[in-house]
């Protein structure tokens, strides 16, 4: 199901650095974060004040 408005970059990656993203984190690591919080769960999180 895809977002009829998706976040814009700034706002998600906002919230990824909230979670432990940073742009100079291993591949991996930044990729694992960046898959598991795409913006149906960013905004699940932030309705339940995550």
């Known amino acids: ?3 009829p408005y998706p976040l814009s970059d700034e706002h998600r990656e ?3 650095r909230s979670v432990g ?3 100079g984190l291993p591949d ?3 990729e694992a974060i960046e898959h598991c919080w795409d ?3 960013i905004c699940l999180a932030e309705v ?3």
Do not use: S, V
């Open 1 to 3: 199901m895809g977002t």
């Open 14 to 16: 906002a919230f990824w």
């Open 21 to 23: 993203w940073d742009p």
């Open 28 to 30: 991996p690591e930044r």
């Open 39 to 41: 913006d149906e769960f």
């Open 48 to 50: 339940f004040g995550f």
